[in-house]
């Protein structure tokens, strides 16, 4: 598994985040080369089915639902968002702490 920079590791209080953001790393970039051509379901299906390959069990959504937690799936650019309850971390593509609820990068 790739090392994260230790740097990355100072804002990341969520094993979750991290996990998903390595898996996603490692595993992206052959859904990136289509991403853009496949509609919302299919990109979020591919997406969902990948993290499951590396034991990250989150629901994969294309728009916010009411029960965190669950991977955001925003489009043009393609950025992903764990939200958690409270908490929301960028995981793709590249992992960051944000803001909820409109999704802010926090300042660190």
Known sequence: MPSTPSS???F???????????????????????????PPAV???RIYELLRRSDVNVEV???PIATPPYLLVQRNPLRLIL?????????WPELAPLRPPGFEPIRI
């Open 61 to 63: 959504t294309p728009e």
């Open 83 to 91: 939200v958690l309850r409270g908490k929301a971390y960028q995981v």
């Open 43 to 45: 990109l979020t299906e």
């Open 12 to 38: 990341v209080d969520s094993p979750l985040a991290l996990q998903a953001s390595i898996a996603l790393r490692d595993h992206m970039k052959d859904l990136l080369a289509e991403a853009e051509k496949l």
């Open 8 to 10: 990355k590791l100072d």
